[in-house]
């Protein structure tokens, strides 16, 4: 597997603050992150930070072992279930709870015909859409700097055709059409934030969304990055589909970010279901031939997308078993304890891409390293600097 | 059937040439041509305007009996089978040839990957599409004035994965995704005719070609109409399935331009076939009961989209049997013969949506007429004039 391009070949070159050279000396090259993303929802954060109960701290400290990029829930209809009275504290408090912990967030989604806000039917069209960018200018503004990384809307595809329930955003999308919409939100969005990462997000894999994606681009919208939806409660995709799926979407030449991955540790979903929501199971166990399917699915995906120079970002949709639809979808099982998933999946992301090593200078004060791409804590001559290594240009050290 | 949109209600006030009113006078008003297109392919024009042979007279003469609008073939490949000699003169004096008669020419199609010249595979993709671009200019300017509608892009849906062999369209559509190519293909074509209508056709009528249109309209691609294409070699779509496409087609508001329609009044092509092309058969025939069939279906589908607003255009494909896949396609058999299906349509198309009336004017030389809109002869007082009736506009007739 080439993964080159996660990595640098750097070197550096140590000096005292004086100005002299430190050769032959040992120096630690440690690192604190990745630049890749890897991310899981952190919807049970929530609880934790408004809370602080012990079962959630668990949790996420477990969570926390693994990931450096969260998704935060900012569903219209549970986050302003009142017209007027958003959570935006308990948002704004779980995201900085997180950001302080060197974790990146992103907020999912600003617009989505799903759990949206009811109160907006009784509205006329024209209000709906004026409503949905006065949304977007008070989460994208008021959470800047702290949430720079957005699901602009969700699932468009389906959007204008979606029939299992009336809804605010579908009949706005009836009537500007598909891109016509994603227009209007990512052009709000991105004046709201122009450094923020603007995300089109689609569980639709087919010839309909790359055909969606390149008429927005033609028209001049804004995205930053492809989103796309892997449930997988139906089976994995298997290395084919996966790399089909990835050519498919790689024309564009856009950053493409995997945004919600289920591989589940149970029993498959029936082929026959086409909407995952109409699967409705009383219980969901995991099990032990699952869970081990489960890890070496994981293994395989997060190796196939990790070597596409084009991925930047992998999250699993959720931590814990039992969340959507109660299915066995997690690195932890309902009781908290950790799944093959979750250790297979931490031996890759801290230890086989992870970057660890004592190396000495040379004569020069020179060492040149080979590390994968993120934050590090250099230390040397018994002091630390904090660096990010993202290229292979030549850099000094102070130290 | 509601056919309001089809007509005028006309106030005319006949004076004579010194203008005095012509009151309780004999008037005629005589359709001379629809304002709507009834249209049909038209290649067998093209033999009979270049030899004259009497069988293509009379295969002509029929064609002429029923339909104002045709299509005439500009397939690169046999266009200009090779570089710099295209065979221009054939079609122009085809296409004044039924300008002469009254009738609208269509070019079919400037862009497409199916019957593409072959030696534009030699040069690399920055060239094929200059040549394209070269080649719409070379048309769209060589016949303005001669035909001032065109099909711009053929099947664009398929074009960049069409995998049955290597062409040159297919090459440079993957290279610049669909609204790309679909864009360059139309500015060109819209810089060269402002005033022509441009078509993009498909007989893709899934999701896909509605999300690419919707691309394509944001994107600020000049489409004046929508063309569709309704081969039923496997049956009937049928009255509901007819009015779903028309519904979906219709939420962009654009004209609707039925392309290449075909029913068959033979044994219906199984429905195992994707690709049309692919079912080869020694022969086709024509069947009693097939023709009974094909007249009805013909009846029934001309007259739900006579009666849709945004339908301007139907096309029959083949005129005659046993042209593309010998298909018993037309409307007169291999001898030359009418089929029910002609007959049928002529008393539509000349018959039940026609109007040649003769009325009455009041003291005050004025008539109110219910009438198709269309070209007219309007005779009273032993003379004759032309018009158009296109709108409920009062009108004075000087005669």
Known sequence: MELSHRKVTKTMRFVDQQGTLLSNQKVSVKQTNHAFLFGCGAFDFIPYVLGGEDKYKQLTDKWLEIFNYATLPFYWGNFEPEEGKPNTEVLMN?????????????????????????????????????????????????????????????????????????????????????????????????????????????????INYEILIDGCLNAGVPISAIGIQSHQHQGYWGKEKLEEVLDRFSHFGLPIHFTENTLI?????????????DWQVEEWPSTPDGEQRQAKEIEEMYRILFSHPLVEAITTWDFTDGAWLKAPSGFVRLDGSKKPSFEMLKKLVKEEWWTDMTVTTDENGCVTVDAFKGDYEISCDGKKVKTELLDDEEMVVMI
Request: proline share 3%; net charge negative.
């Open 94 to 206: 779980t995201a900085k709870y997180l950001t302080d912990k060197g974790v990146k967030v992103k907020g999912h989604p600003l617009c989505w015909h799903t759990v949206c806000a009811d109160w907006l039917m009784k509205y006329d069209n024209a209000t709906i859409l004026e409503k949905q960018l006065e949304r977007i200018d008070r989460e994208v503004k008021g959470f800047k700097g702290v949430i720079d990384m957005w699901d602009v809307i969700n699932e468009v595809v389906i959007m204008p055709i979606f029939d299992k329930y009336d809804n605010a955003i579908t009949r706005i999308c009836k009537e500007k059409g598909r891109v016509g919409l994603i227009k209007e939100v990512f052009d709000r969005a991105y004046a709201d934030n122009p450094d923020a990462v603007l995300l089109l997000n689609d569980f639709n894999t087919s």
């Open 265 to 277: 540790s149970g029993n498959i979903m029936p082929s026959h279901i086409v909407d995952l929501n």
